[in-house]
């Protein structure tokens, strides 16, 4: 057995449902299940991988991706604009 299978044996896995309350308790955002779904279609959202035909999301592939929804802090609503432009 490679190292890299090892490895990738120890990495959690979540499907839809479960990543979805991943997603709501460890990081705050509220993506249902469908628009999980909907962003596996589109584009744009978590990675993931497919155990047969289940989409399975790595626990740090949806850390990463939650983190790169959240902007930066800010003290005021202007701030926030600054940043944005």
């Known amino acids: 057995m490679s190292i ?6 120890q990495k959690r896995r979540f499907r839809r ?3 979805s ?10 993506y249902g299940p469908r628009t999980l779904a909907k962003l ?4 744009g959202g978590p990675p993931m991988e497919y155990a047969g035909r289940f989409p399975l999301y790595p626990q740090d592939g949806l850390d990463e991706w939650a ?7 800010v ?3 202007s701030e926030r604009q ?3 432009a």
């Not at 596996?40 to 584009?43: F, I, K, N, S, T």
């Not at 983190?67 to 802090?73: L, M, S, V």
């Open 4 to 9: 890299e299978r090892s490895s990738s044996k």
């Open 17 to 19: 449902d479960a990543a």
């Open 40 to 43: 596996a279609c589109v584009g």
């Open 67 to 73: 983190a790169a929804k959240i902007g930066p802090r």
């Open 21 to 30: 309350d991943y997603l709501k308790e460890a990081w705050g955002l509220s």
């Open 75 to 77: 003290n005021s609503t």
């Open 82 to 84: 600054q940043f944005a």
